[in-house]
Each structure stands twice: as C-alpha cells, then as structure tokens.
C-alpha cells in the first residue's frame, strides 16, 4: 500500500492517507481472514499488557436492558495506545427469554486510525468476541492455573465453547485429559470438531454429570447459556482448581468461597455477573485484576491448593486490537466493501 502511516509497533495502517471512505467488512468477510489461535492469544495479551501500561483506554460499558430481561444491549469505547486507534463496539442480544435457536445477536465493532483522524473499519463482531473470549481463558489458565495441570472440563457447547479447549491447548499444550458437558448434540458435535480441526490427535470426553467431573477438574471454564442445568458449587472442586466464569455453569459459591478472586475487570464483573451476586446483592473483593496479573504487576496464584475463581468479561480493548487485526489482513486481502459515508 502507499500513502500509510507507520504505527507505534511498525505495522501499517489500514486506510489510505487520504481516503475517508469506510471499508465494511461483513460475517463472510471476517470469516474468510485465516488466522491462528497462537496470533489471536499474542494480540489478546498485548493488548492487555497494553492497558496495564497505561497506553490504552478502557472506560466502563454502557449497558440498557428491558425491565422483563427479554434483551440486553452494550456499547463500549475504547483507545489501543499501541496500534494507535479508536474503536466502538456495539452489541444487542434479543429473545434472552428465549431458546438459543430463537434468539437475535447482533455486534458490531467500528475503528478509527487516531494518527491520521481516518476510519479503518467497521465489521461484524461475532468472530471476534468468538475468538478473543477463549483466548482470555486460555490466557487465564496459563497464569492462574494450578502447577502441573492437567485436566479441564468446559461447561457449554455453544459459540464460547466451541473453541475453548483448542486455546486452552494452544497456552497449556501438557493437558491430556478433555471433557466436555453439554446438552445440545450439535453443539457436542461442533466441539468435536473444532477440536480435531486445530488438535488432529486430541479427543475430548463427553461427560454427563457436571459436579462429578469438575471434581475430577484442575481448570473448569463454564460458557453455558443461562437455561444450562449445570450449577457446579464450590464444594465440588478439587483443592487447586481453577474456575473461569464466562457464561453459566458454575454457581455463585465458586466466587464467594473462592480462596482468590481475580476479574478482568471488577467494574464489569458487577455490572454483568449480577447472578453471582450474594443475598444482598454484593460481590467479594476482587484480588487483583487480569491485565495486572498478565504485565506482572500483581500477584495470581499464591500457593498450588487456593481455589481460584476467575471472570472473564470482555474488554473492548481486546476487541480493538484483534479487530484491527483483522482489518489488516482484510487489506491485504482487498477484502470488504468500501463505502463513501461522508461524502
């Protein structure tokens, strides 16, 4: 390309200096870009080494829900200091009332260059939430989980774990027991396959009791939807285990009897973990928080025996720098369709 900005880590922008036009990437455009879970893991941890630096902006979510639960909505700001750009994702969720074949998702995330005052981007969300929110696993259970390691069990079939136990293989590649608790055949199969297509030689164990195999777990990565019958309680983990909070699975015990408690973001935690909250509504101290744990600046396991409890909540950062990602290779790819907004 020519006419393009030098970014602070040396990778080029993504729109033409003087070019005001937005390049619209759709589902099929960002499911076309071909990229690694080993360069989804390393843009994800930078970005949060990016925010624990101080370099980038994180503000808190905005979110709006109906009085009768049926939908939720989020808009979210934030600023890459590293990559140099701005971005706002926005995401609606309808039919919560609903089964998950009968539900609404929509996200979108839209990137600003904030060298040149240009737009990058503005593409479907999906992938990205799909690929970035195992990665945070992953990357939880790397720093998080208890030495020797070697079990994990993932609660939920759907788009979160479908993807969950290959990350967890890409950063704890000594696993060698893999389960998997659902109650979707589909969604069963479609962990299966995810995992024989990045892992060839791996299996995953389907199990059909949740507690007996949390028992059995070192890390447990509860992705469910809200209607999961699962509810694992503290008293079924084992001394050491590490449990990570992305959907439904796990009851509020594993957080209030946790012997350490470490979020992503404690703001967000309480914002959109209020089924983990206690009686009166109040939630335990958050020991540390991720980004913090990941630049080496606060402590995440102590002692090989605490029971971890960890709450994995996006941050749009993490959407921002792996959706700038995918803008590039989207440009070197010509992929997209440019549309003159502002004109």
């Known amino acids: 390309m020519t006419g393009t900005t030098a970014r602070a880590d040396d990778t080029p922008s993504d729109t033409p200096a003087d070019d005001k036009s937005l390049r619209i990437l759709s589902t099929s455009d960002v499911a076309g870009l071909d990229i690694s879970l080993a360069d989804v893991v390393g843009v994800v941890e930078q970005a949060y080494r990016t925010l624990a630096d101080g370099k980038s902006a994180n503000p808190r979510k905005l979110t709006v829900k109906p009085e009768d639960g049926h939908s939720v909505s989020y808009a979210m700001l934030g600023r890459d200091g590293v990559r140099e750009v701005v971005a706002v994702k926005t995401s609606y969720k ?3 009332d609903k089964s998950r074949d009968e539900q609404h998702y929509y996200t979108t ?18 992938r990205i939430g799909s690929l970035r929110t195992p990665a945070v696993s992953a ?20 788009t979160q774990g479908r993807l969950a136990l290959p990350f967890l293989l890409t950063t704890l590649p000594d696993l060698d027991r893999l389960m998997v608790y659902g109650t979707h055949p589909d969604g069963l199969s479609a962990v299966r396959a995810q995992l024989h297509h990045h892992f060839p030689d791996r299996e995953v164990e389907v199990v059909d009791d949740a507690r007996k195999a949390a028992a059995e777990s070192d890390v447990v990565v509860a992705t469910a939807g809200q209607h ?31 012997d350490r408690v470490i979020a992503t973001s404690e703001a967000q935690m309480k914002v959109t973990g209020t089924d983990m909250a206690d009686a009166d509504g109040g939630f335990p101290s958050v020991d540390a928080e991720f980004p913090e744990v990941v630049a080496g600046r606060a ?11 960890a709450y994995n909540s996006g941050l749009v950062v993490t959407d921002i720098a792996l959706g700038h990602r995918f803008a590039q290779l989207a440009v070197e790819q010509d992929l997209g369709t440019r549309v003159s907004l502002w004109k």
């Open 228 to 258: 999961t019958p699962a509810a694992v309680e503290a008293a079924h983990l084992k001394p050491g285990a590490l449990s990570i909070l992305v959907g439904h699975g796990i009851a509020p015990s594993t957080l209030h009897e946790a």
């Open 299 to 309: 402590k995440g396991r102590r002692s090989a025996d605490e029971r971890i409890f």
């Open 109 to 126: 995330l839209t990137i600003y260059d904030d060298v040149t005052g240009l737009p990058v981007a503005m593409m479907d969300c999906g």
């Open 139 to 158: 990357l939880l259970a790397r720093e998080l989980a208890a030495p020797g390691s070697r079990s994990a069990l993932v609660i939920g079939t759907g």
């Open 94 to 96: 309808h039919g919560l």
